[in-house]
């Protein structure tokens, strides 16, 4: 099989090494992620998966033989990879019978488009037996070629950036924002390509990949809830409301959510509580796995309309959440994110907890900060005395300490 072609060399990911660790202690590992991120790519070009026999579900004949006599695809050999597995569950039996019967002889990575936990049938012949990871939309710094920064992990131990300014003037992050992070798009250098692109990914998601996940007819409507959900990203997330403006019944709308979260195309942000007594606000924010999708799906496809776009600071703080989720995923165990708003409305945009060390993050598209944009980081702090550190991520080039536990740093030195 032809891995790569000249013209499209391949990027390293950042999750690679976790995989090969992990894959040394455990005979499955399970790697998600919504279609077209580079799951296939990653096992077709990395050691030690790229020596594996590679089976595609995509492929009709695989399917069949997947649903009829599983056994056979890894017949031969112990080492065996199978993408799209989420389109055979029953398979998962046969894996799991394979695997006990022969103790650490066999090995399996299993990969799909659907968040496999998420599906019980899978997290049920699984449980006790695979590792799971996800795959996000490429990080600007696996675009380039350069390593995951650390800036959280040294947050997290107390370990402050000191004051600086970096040399050259940060890159607008708009273009990054419109054009999005799903690798096939590197090669595409135009807001007209782009959007074009993302007019067939949203195609494809519709026609192919919904109808045979759920069997959803009705695909207008659910375009109308991706939409409206969209315009509601890196915001509170009322079900109620969309349902509403969409003409559907709420559990139709709550249905149409959950398949977009178990697609990876979506997810809903908790609230980040603990047992105080401030009143806090519990409703999830919305936020799309790749800006660009949200920002084609609200209509804007041009750079100027983006700029000037009433949404452009969601859409600015989707992108910065992308880049901390790639991070958080990339600890051991992966970090969870939050966000915390009391009744009263303060808020603070993030929270990252790591087992019992907490870190609050706070994003501005400014590039020019002042005492008063620290004033939900420094309630958090007094809520939460224990946090390691409040985070200020901005449009600035320079590193600023605003008080013991709050610095300001400018939001490329967490995209790597």
Known sequence: MNNNSKSKPYRERWITPYLQSAIKDHSVIVLTGARQVGKSTLLLNAEPFRNWRFHTLDDFDVLEQARSNPEALWAGTNQVILDEVQKAPDILLAIKKTVDRNPGRYQFVLSGSANLLLM????????????????????????????????????????????????????????????????????????????????????TYLERDLR????????????????????????????????????????????????????????????????????????????????????????????????????????????????????ARLMTPSARLYFWRTIDGNEVDFVLEYGRRLLAVEVKRTDNLGHRDTAGLRLFLEKHPKTSAGLMVYGGKEIKRFDEKIVAIPWTLLTG
């Open 120 to 203: 019980k049938q899978v997290s049920e012949s699984l449980a006790g037996r695979a590792i799971y990871f996800v795959l996000d939309p490429m990080s600007i710094g696996e675009m380039h070629n350069r390593s995951n920064p650390d800036v959280l992990v040294r947050l997290l131990n107390g370990e402050f950036p000191a004051e600086s300014s970096l040399r050259e003037d940060l890159p607008n992050p708009t273009e990054s924002i419109l054009r999005g992070f799903m690798p096939p798009l590197l090669n595409l250098n135009s807001s007209e390509a782009w959007t074009r692109w993302w007019e067939g990914y949203v195609a």
């Open 212 to 327: 045979q996940m759920a069997q959803i007819d009705a695909l207008l409507d659910f375009r109308r809830v991706m939409e409206l959900a969209a315009l509601r990203s890196a915001q509170l997330i009322n079900q109620s409301e969309i349902s509403r403006d969409a003409g559907l019944s709420q559990p139709t709308t709550h249905r149409y959510l959950n398949l977009l979260e178990t697609t990876h195309l979506f997810e809903r942000l908790p609230a980040y509580t603990a047992n105080h007594t401030t009143r806090l606000l519990k409703a999830p924010k919305a936020f799309f796995n790749d800006p660009a999708l949200a920002v084609f799906l609200s209509g804007y496809f041009e750079l100027d309309d983006l700029r000037k776009a009433r949404e452009y600071g969601s859409y600015f703080e989707t992108f910065v959440y992308h880049h901390l989720r790639i991070l």
